[in-house]
């Protein structure tokens, strides 16, 4: 089992839409969280950061952790067709450790 | 702003040949990161650097070294080439030294450079 688990997709959802995408881990000791979005053949571009629990938000998106339950959320608001892409979850537990990937959600969404 | 700088963009190797990727990482970034990404996988780390001393190190085969230099850039050397080392490579770097637990550095990634081994 990954330490870091998450819906690989393909996720299709018309424009517009609320999109959620999610990742789960087992090991309790991951305190950082960051969401990535990978277009084909690029690097993955950082969209949101997260330290322990909470929420974050940053213009259309949403970033949740729920440490209880080892679950961390992206809601993308008013999806665009250009948010079709990659979604990668990292965490890592402390500085200056690595980060560890989920596998991505490939995410399309529909003119 | 500047990114991370990745060379370069594209290699073509043959088996039991050698390559080396060089990585610019962000001004003022201390911490540099290996990553390969095969085709629809998620990135598996390699190697991370920290003020030009080895940090953490994850699933790198020993035909493969790194090091980060003086100027913190840093070079990933691969000997032996094999079929399956094909794949996109990504250097990531990060500010972490200054940092107290809360604050942690947020991971930036290059474009990476894709190599194929024939």
């Known amino acids: 089992q990954k330490e870091v688990e998450q819906d690989p997709g393909p996720l299709s959802v018309p424009e517009g839409a609320i999109v959620s995408l999610n990742c789960t881990y087992s090991n309790s000791a991951f305190q950082y969280f960051m969401w990535y979005r990978q277009y084909s053949r690029k690097g993955p571009e950082l969209l949101m950061y997260?330290?322990?629990?909470g929420n974050k938000e940053d213009g259309r998106f949403t970033a949740q952790v729920d440490k209880s339950s080892k679950y961390i959320s992206l809601f993308i608001r008013d999806s665009q067709p250009s948010d079709s892409a990659t979604y990668l979850c990292a965490m890592k537990k402390s500085y200056g450790q690595n980060f560890v990937f989920g596998p991505g959600t490939r995410l399309s969404v529909l003119p | 702003a500047a990114g991370v700088i990745q060379s370069p963009r594209h290699l073509i190797k043959e088996k039991r040949e050698t390559a080396t990727l060089k990585c610019y990482p962000i001004p003022r970034h201390d911490t540099v990161y290996w990553y390969q990404q095969g085709p629809g996988q998620d990135p598996q780390f390699l190697i991370s650097f920290y003020e030009k001393m080895q940090s953490d190190k994850g699933s790198i085969p020993d035909r493969f070294s790194a090091q980060q230099f003086s100027d913190y850039h840093s070079e990933l050397n691969m000997s032996s080439l094999e079929l399956g080392d094909s794949a996109l490579y990504f250097c990531a770097s990060s500010l972490e030294g200054v940092l107290a637990e809360g604050n942690t550095g947020e991971l930036f990634f290059g474009e990476g450079s894709r190599l194929t081994v024939l």
């Open positions: 997260t330290y322990s629990s």
